[in-house]
């Protein structure tokens, strides 16, 4: 967060956008899916785009709309049988067999066990496993890892993303997934486009607002992390900075 922008705390969650609309909105002419996952990661993508580069059904960019359309959800869709499935226009058998692969892999990863997933024990860990997709990023990103009570990762939520010049922290989508994880602690990272990890004292107050909005949902914020690139990032908690 550059210190000339101008950080607003806002308690409301946008109503939902009709997803014929929002894959409109996300998805530039110019700028299919593969390439916004390129450029920042498979977060800040939305579900139909997500369908799409599983499926890869460029040539029929309508069809995760009809599978989302049909069943509403992906917990829905994932108990959909194959002979329903099938019944889907631009459904074939290699969709399917990704689809289903892709829906296996999510379930194998909920049920394996905690000691195989990442565990933080110092800012250097957190910093190493955000890095690879937030360093160099053209536009602000705000991320938030969720972690049990051993520390271990079971999760990773994009929060923001947008030009440097506007900064919109929702505090409640901030702790949202970790509430819905019953999650114990956060750990809060954000990037800056100019590649300086420098905090700025917008990121101090902001951190001081999410160290005291934690501390009302007893979740414990443990660190707020600053990405540049090149391999720099900053700990504002090591810094003594907003905790």
């Known amino acids: 967060m550059p210190s000339q922008t101008h950080t607003q705390l806002s308690y409301l969650i946008p109503a939902p956008e009709d997803g014929v609309v929002r894959l409109l909105r996300e998805t530039p002419a110019n700028e299919q899916a593969l390439a916004r996952l390129e450029r920042g990661g498979p977060s800040v993508l939305s579900v139909a785009e997500l369908l799409q580069i599983l499926l890869d059904s ?3 960019p309508l069809l995760p709309l009809r599978l989302l359309n049909h069943w509403g959800n992906l917990s829905e869709l994932a ?7 099938m019944t889907i226009e631009g459904m074939s058998r290699i969709r399917l067999a990704r689809l289903r692969a892709g829906v296996e ?3 194998r990863m909920l049920t394996e066990p905690f000691q195989n997933r990442p565990i933080i024990r110092s800012p250097a860990d957190a910093a190493e496993l955000l890095m690879p ?3 160099g990023l053209e536009q602000e990103q705000m991320r938030v890892l969720l972690l049990n009570t ?3 990762v079971v999760g990773m939520s994009l929060i923001y993303q947008g030009s440097v010049h506007t900064t919109v922290i929702r505090v409640s989508e901030l702790f949202r997934d970790a509430i819905r994880q019953n999650c114990s602690a956060i750990i809060v990272a954000h990037s800056h486009p100019s590649g300086d990890p420098s ?3 917008d990121d101090v107050s902001s951190t001081m ?3 005291k909005s934690g501390k009302l949902l007893d979740i414990t914020v443990m660190d ?4 540049g690139n090149a391999g720099r990032w900053i700990s504002l908690k090591e810094r003594g900075l907003g905790f």
Not at 79 to 85: I, Q
């Open 209 to 211: 607002e999410i160290v």
């Open 150 to 152: 051993k520390n271990h």
């Open 224 to 227: 707020h992390l600053v990405i």
């Open 105 to 107: 892999l999510g379930r």
């Open 79 to 85: 108990h959909a049988s194959p002979s329903d499935l």
């Open 133 to 135: 997709e937030m360093a």
């Open 199 to 201: 905090p700025s004292p």
């Open 58 to 60: 460029r040539s029929d």
